[in-house]
Structures are given as structure tokens and as C-alpha cells.
């Protein structure tokens, strides 16, 4: 029987090939896949990685096989197959491992709707119908198989995309992109064409392999080569892709990093505008500037965990047009709710190119308090150390604590967040204050007890 507790994650499925999954893996993932979304018809795509093509035909055939009809779409970014998946109706699987090493691969999973597909909403089913097959034998099959069918959706997709963001008023904009030889290097030629932008490319190649650095761009070793060229080219502004392309990360006309908190207020306020009154989510990471911006601009803002299944599922409930992450995840409401670094990075070009300062100079009041990034703690006793901090300030009188995610724990001019990894002996802490010397008074205080 195969031991799926270390591949099946809380939200997708993820672990090395051949050592862990396999193309008969990846074909009873699809036959249970058909079976749990009890759909006619799905939609399948894949990155640029060595094993996706294999692992995605393998999931379509299993699908196939149990009567489902298969939209195969090749090569494409993640948000892409949501696109798919929200235009067609259909459910959705995209075969990747994002930003993990070469060996990965993955599959992130939706319902028709781009709805996403987790632990608690048929992940848990799907695991369990292939740990049953993979000892049982071969799922069953349908008297007529479902058929296979090859289309190209890169141009809708961009079409719709440029639907939601009008750069026609833009000034020309120099834009370097580094798409790490991830999937950003398939889509952002035809996204961009056509738009006022001088396009300066670094690592377009797709090459699953990663040889030029990892397509992380949250770490800053990731991002050294866009900061370079931005500066070297004069560009306007630098933006890098993960590998299947779904987050995007910012860098203004001087290389420096735009925090993901800036931009989620840049966009929240740009939607507040199509949509007054709506309402935007954040997740308890994100900078006291989010609520704030959002609250200036007529908007509610509601905080909800990190993770996109807790975003996605408080955007569905309160019909908000707008969510965005600390790691650079941006949730729209015109695209299905889903997740799309393509069209943040749309509202960036629009907002700089719509007057004539600099994005340092436009992301300014967007990015109102000093932080200090995530910290991450190696601890073999997650629950004490996290328990000891909370003992050191749930006595003080000029402090809030909440545990929607963690610990976090607020007072007039700082907070922090302490939260458990849920798949490594980590402790993840993010302190924010009005000031740099703030933050490292907080910083320290917690950290001495975290390691102690």
C-alpha cells in the first residue's frame, strides 16, 4: 500500500518523484479525483518540470478511464488553470511543486469554479479512495472511457485578464520580470502584449531544473539578479514569479523589495474604487497598514488565518472583492475568488503608470510601519516555547492576546505573531512597530525566549 501521510498535504499533494509518487500514483489520484467531484468533465495542466507531463497525462488517463471527459491544457501557470477551471466550469488539477526543488512535483486540486480542495473539502476522500486502490487493486471502470482533448487557453486567459485592469491610460513603463525558468516565462509575453511596456526578461527559459536560482522569490538570494538588472537597466520596476507563476513579488525603480503588505493595500484600495463598500481580506500577518488603507478608502476589513483555504472559503462567506497574503498571494474576486500574481502585478503597472512619480515614491503610503520580516526558529518543543512567550506578556496591562492563528499579541505601538510550521520543528515569528528600534526591542525579547 502506498504511504501517502508524508505526499497528501493539508491543501495539495506534494513530494519527490520517483521516491514517493509515481505516473500509477498520479493515475489513481485522477480516477479518485473523478470519482470524489463526481464530475462529467474535468481540466488538467502542468509546469515546466521534468516529471509534470508524465504525471499529467497518467492523471488524465485514470480520470479517463472512470468516464470523465479530459480538457488537457498543457503548459501553463497555476492561475491559468484556475482560469480554466472558472471559464469552462469544470474542475481543475495543476501539476506542480511551486517553488520547491526540481525533484517535486505536486497537484493542487479545485472544483469547477476554481473552489479550492482541501483536507476537509475532499483531499481527506480523494487520500483515502488511492490508499484503498493502490491496495486493492485497480479502481473501477466505465464502460465507455472519457475522451482526451488538447486546448491552448494562454490567449483567453490573458484576454480576461487585461478585462480586469485597464492600462490603456499608462504611461511606457521599463519593466524587468525574472521568471526563475518558471512558468512566468510562458505567460507574461502574451499577457503583456500589446500593453505600454518596454519588457526586460531574465530566466524565460522553462527549465524544471532551476538553474539559476530557486523560483522563490520571498527569499532574498532569489530576487538578487532582478534588484541588479532593474538598477543596471533603469527600469521602473522589477516583478518576479514563483514557479507555476501564482505569486508575485515587487521591486521598485532601486531594487529594493516592495513589502507584499504594500501591495495588497495598493490593490485593496484600487478594487475599494470599482466597488465601494466592499469588503477585503487579510490575513493576521499582514501590516497594520492593510485595515487601515482599506478603512480610509469606505472598505471592511476582516482578518482570517494564513493559508489560501481559510482566505478563499472567508472570501466565499462575505462576497469580499479582495484578499491578499504576506507571501505575496492575491485573491480576486473576478477570478473566481482564486489566487493570480498576474493580475496584482496588473494593478501595480496600472497605479505606476497612471501618474509620474516613481513606485518608491506612490508605495509610500501604502507601507506606513517597520518590520521585521519572517524569523523562523528551529525548536523541538513547539507548544512550550510557544506557551512560555505567551506567559511572558499575558500579564502585561497594555497588551491584547489572540490565538486566530498562534499567538499574536498586540499593544498600542507593536505586535507580534508566533505560529507553529505544519511540516517542520519551526516557530515563525513576524513583529511589526513604528519604528525599526521597536521592532528590535520586540524582536529580541521573544526570540530569547523562543530559543532559550
Known amino acids: 500500500m502506498a504511504d501517502l501521510s508524508q505526499l497528501v498535504k493539508a491543501y495539495d499533494v506534494r513530494g ?22 463526481g464530475a462529467n468533465a474535468v481540466v488538467v495542466g502542468h509546469d515546466m518540470r521534468p516529471s509534470s507531463p508524465g504525471l499529467s497525462r497518467a492523471f488524465a488517463e485514470g480520470a479517463a478511464a472512470l468516464g470523465v471527459d479530459v480538457t488537457e491544457i ?19 488539477a495543476m501539476f506542480t511543486a511551486s517553488h520547491n526543488p526540481a525533484q517535486y512535483n505536486g497537484i493542487k486540486m479545485c ?3 476554481a473552489a479550492p480542495v482541501g483536507q476537509d473539502t475532499g483531499l481527506a476522500e480523494i487520500r483515502a479512495l488511492v490508499e484503498r486502490w493502490s491496495t486493492e487493486g485497480a479502481p473501477p471502470s466505465a464502460a465507455t472511457p472519457g475522451t482526451l482533448t488538447q486546448r491552448d487557453v494562454l ?20 519593466v524587468v520580470v525574472d521568471a526563475g525558468n518558471g512558468m512566468g516565462g510562458h505567460t507574461v509575453p502574451t499577457v503583456f502584449d500589446g500593453l505600454p511596456i518596454e519588457l526586460v526578461p531574465l530566466f524565460f527559459e522553462l527549465d524544471g531544473t532551476f538553474p539559476n ?15 541588479a538588472k532593474v538598477r543596471a537597466t533603469g527600469a521602473d520596476l522589477g516583478l518576479a514569479f514563483d514557479g507555476d ?28 474604487a470599482k466597488h465601494p463598500g466592499g469588503t477585503v481580506i487579510h490575513n493576521c500577518i499582514t501590516s497594520w497598514s492593510v485595515p487601515e488603507i482599506v478603512k480610509e478608502a469606505g472598505g471592511t476589513a476582516v482578518r482570517t488565518r494564513v493559508g489560501h483555504s481559510f482566505i478563499k472559503a472567508e472570501m466565499a462567506r462575505t462576497g469580499a472583492i479582495f484578499g491578499g497574503e504576506h507571501s505575496a498571494h492575491y485573491y480576486f474576486r473576478d477570478f473566481w475568488n482564486a489566487d ?10 496600472a497605479a505606476l503608470g497612471e501618474q509620474d512619480g516613481t513606485l518608491s515614491q506612490l508605495v509610500a503610503r501604502y507601507d506606513r510601519y517597520a518590520a521585521s520580516g519572517e524569523i523562523n526558529s528551529t525548536v523541538a518543543d513547539q507548544p512550550g516555547r510557544a506557551a512560555a512567550v505567551r506567559a511572558a506578556f499575558e500579564q502585561r496591562p ?12 498586540t499593544a498600542p505601538t507593536w505586535w507580534f505573531n508566533l505560529r507553529a510550521s505544519n511540516t517542520e520543528p519551526l516557530l515563525r515569528l513576524n513583529v511589526e512597530a513604528r519604528d525599526a528600534q521597536t521592532v528590535a526591542q520586540v524582536r529580541d525579547e521573544v526570540l530569547a525566549i523562543v530559543r532559550a
Not at 214 to 226: C, G, H, S, W
Not at 246 to 271: K, Q, Y
Not at 399 to 407: A, I, T, W, Y
Request: net charge negative.
Open 16 to 37: 519527490v518523484v520517483p521516491d514517493q509518487w509515481d505516473e500509477t500514483l498520479a493515475a489513481l489520484f485522477g480516477a479518485a479525483f473523478a470519482q470524489v467531484t
Open 74 to 92: 498543457g503548459l501553463c501557470s497555476t492561475d491559468e488553470l484556475y482560469y480554466a477551471s472558472g471559464a469552462l466550469d469544470l474542475p481543475g
Open 111 to 113: 472544483r469547477a469554479g
Open 155 to 174: 490567449a483567453d486567459y490573458a484576454h480576461h485578464l487585461r478585462t480586469l485592469v485597464n492600462l490603456t491610460a499608462s504611461r511606457p513603463l521599463k
Open 213 to 227: 536560482h530557486e523560483a522563490n522569490p520571498l527569499d532574498p538570494k532569489n530576487i538578487v539578479d532582478l534588484q
Open 245 to 272: 507563476a501564482d505569486r508575485c513579488f515587487v521591486v521598485d525603480e532601486r531594487g529594493e523589495p516592495v513589502p507584499p503588505s504594500a501591495i495588497t493595500a495598493l490593490v485593496a484600495e484600487r478594487e475599494l
Open 340 to 349: 493570480t500574481g498576474m493580475l496584482a502585478a496588473l494593478h501595480v503597472l
Open 398 to 409: 497594555d497588551v491584547q492576546l489572540d490565538e486566530l492563528d498562534g499567538l499574536t499579541v
